[in-house]
């Protein structure tokens, strides 16, 4: 369970990420759309795990690849903007998040069950 402070740093990097991507993301990475699910702080608020959904793209790992070789760019407009709110900077790793996908893959599976008659009826 994240302390007050772990989830307060966790909201603001994410706001933070959020708007460096939107503003400057398509320089990274080019067209796919990037959206910021959650940021994870560790205890010692020096790692923050930022998760990315990324859409309108096959290759989705490429755009976390991008972020990372061009992970000083990124670290530094997040000092930048974050620079009078936290002392020290957080590493940002950057994971790829699957659950929208692995929602719709169960939906679809539930739906072809049912066509096929081999669920029982919906209550």
């Known amino acids: 369970m994240p302390s007050i402070r772990q989830s307060q740093v966790a909201e603001l990097v994410k706001r933070n990420i959020s708007m460096f991507l939107t503003q400057e993301g398509s320089y ?3 067209d796919p759309l990037v959206t910021v699910t959650n940021v994870v702080m560790s205890p010692d608020l020096l ?4 998760y990315l959904s990324v859409f309108n793209t096959e290759n989705k790992q490429a755009v976390i690849l991008e ?8 670290r530094q407009a997040m000092s ?3 620079r009078k709110q936290l002392r020290r900077m957080p ?5 790829l998040d699957d659950t ?3 929602m719709y893959r169960l939906r679809d599976l539930f739906q072809r069950l ?4 081999q669920m029982g009826e919906e209550e």
């Open 91 to 95: 590493q940002f790793e950057f994971f």
């Open 47 to 50: 790692i923050a795990k930022v």
């Open 100 to 102: 929208l996908d692995e």
């Open 28 to 30: 990274l990475y080019g």
């Open 114 to 117: 049912r066509e096929d008659h």
């Open 67 to 74: 972020l990372e070789e061009n992970y000083s760019r990124v």
């Open 80 to 82: 930048i903007r974050l």
